[in-house]
Nanobody, 125 residues
Framework: VQLQASGGGLVQTGGSLRISCVASGGTFSTYAMGWFRQAPGKEREFVAAISQRNQNTLYANSVKGRFTISRDNAKDTLYLEMNNLKPEDTAVYYC???????????????????WGQGTLVTVSS
């Protein structure tokens, strides 16, 4: 499946932003989806994941309570709603897809087979 992330931008500390990821070329509802991010000079890290039909979600401790992952299978779209943004949230955000037949969500990048190109989120202090 091909993934196209969008919606990144510049936001002030405490602000909100919603980024999206549109899938094409596959049956979106058969994929578990995840968001990862990579800040300059740092390794890619897990942000959030969601199972195929919204049965399960998983969040990194650093974003729990501030970020919400969701999906609309009718629109083949994954979302990440980000609130109370902090400068340390500045990163390129990547969406990723993993075809599964169960509702397990995974917080490591290796099982994800397809990746979007990333969208830059910059939080100013």
């Amino acid at each position: 499946v091909q993934l196209q992330a969008s919606g990144g931008g510049l936001v002030q500390t405490g602000g909100s932003l919603r980024i999206s990821c549109v899938a094409s070329g596959g049956t979106f509802s058969t994929y578990a989806m995840g968001w990862f991010r990579q800040a300059p000079g740092k390794e890619r890290e897990f942000v959030a994941a969601i199972s195929q039909r919204n049965q399960n979600t998983l969040y990194a401790n650093s974003v729990k309570g501030r970020f919400t992952i969701s999906r609309d299978n009718a629109k083949d779209t994954l979302y990440l709603e980000m609130n109370n943004l902090k400068p340390e949230d500045t990163a390129v955000y990547y969406c990723a897809a993993q075809r599964r037949s169960d509702a397990i969500v995974i917080a490591i990048p290796q099982p994800y087979s397809d990746w979007g190109q990333g969208t830059l989120v910059t939080v100013s202090s």
